[in-house]
């Protein structure tokens, strides 16, 4: 089995070119936000998009729940597909999908930046900031088949050559439940939850101590105090969990991270 993955920034439109990715390389089946796809069919899982909210639709596009993952790894197995394309956001959400689903590494990874223009990647981040729209790899009548989510408008897929140009599929846009218009509210217990979930990444944390979060009209500010294992280097890894905190915070919440302190007050031997 062979493994491809697509990564790219939220909103990028990994979905809306994973059809033409999946036809160049000759791959029939795609996991992208829950979901185990083969061509237009939908074989297991369920969608992030139809979550209620960020945080959720996170844990089910990583296969956080065991009978989610036990129930797509039980079709990959009968199955046997020869390829598969992963859809992610980053290196390390591709590598926690196929870890949870005990699939090989990766064959090969491409950015959307390999298979997008630059006005493209910006014309759809701008859509999904401004219109809260959503791809799903998926024509709308299958979508529609299997989950209760407002279906906006289709998307035909064609490939092109020189000279010629032909359809190979359709695309669903929709308006998941976590997006809307209007004022975000976020509660302090959340973003807590957030921090807790993104530090089970790093071994060297052994513990959290007090937190204080703060949300303001302009975004968040966050001390953390940590106990971190002996012998590691302190400057280096608060640095490595600064970074790691501000982009799962950004991307999950949609706010903006204003300062992160973060305080060592123990090692642990």
């Known amino acids: 089995m062979e493994i491809f993955a697509l990564i790219g920034e939220s909103g990028t439109g990994k979905s809306h070119k994973a059809l033409l ?33 960020r945080i959720q639709a996170i844990r089910t596009a990583i296969f956080e729940d065991p009978s989610h ?6 079709v ?21 999908i196929i870890k949870t689903l005990e699939l090989p590494p990766p064959k ?20 999904r900031l401004k219109e809260g729209k959503h791809v799903i790899p998926l024509p709308g009548i299958e979508v529609q088949r299997k989950f209760p989510v407002n279906i906006l408008e289709s998307l035909e897929i064609f490939y092109k050559r020189r000279y010629s140009k032909r359809k190979i599929g359709e695309r669903a846009i929709v308006r998941p439940p976590f997006s809307y218009f209007g004022k975000l509210y976020v509660s302090e217990n959340a973003i807590l939850d957030i921090i807790i979930y993104t530090l089970k990444d790093f071994k060297e944390v052994v513990k959290l101590g007090k937190s204080q979060i703060r949300i303001k009209e302009e975004g968040i500010l966050i001390n953390i105090s940590l106990v971190l294992r002996y012998g590691e280097n302190i400057p280096q890894v ?16 949609g706010i903006n991270v204003i300062l992160i302190n973060i305080f060592v007050y123990k090692l642990k031997y």
Not at 69 to 74: K, L, P, W
Not at 76 to 96: E, H, N, Q, Y
Not at 238 to 253: D, H, N, P, R
Request: glycine share 6%; hydrophobic share 40%; aromatic share 4%.
């Open 21 to 53: 990715i999946a036809h160049k390389y000759n791959i029939n089946y795609v996991i992208d936000d829950g979901l185990l796809i083969r061509k237009d069919k939908i074989l297991a899982g369920h969608s992030a998009k139809k979550d209620k909210n």
């Open 69 to 74: 993952a036990h129930e797509v790894m039980g």
């Open 238 to 253: 608060g640095l490595k969990i600064q970074k790691s905190l501000k982009k799962e915070l950004e991307y999950i919440t």
């Open 108 to 127: 090969r990874i491409l950015k959307i930046e390999d298979v997008s223009t630059e006005k493209e990647i910006e014309e759809a981040k701008s859509v």
């Open 76 to 96: 990959i197995k009968k199955a046997k597909p020869a390829k598969i394309l992963v859809i992610g956001t980053s290196v390390r959400m591709i590598d926690k």
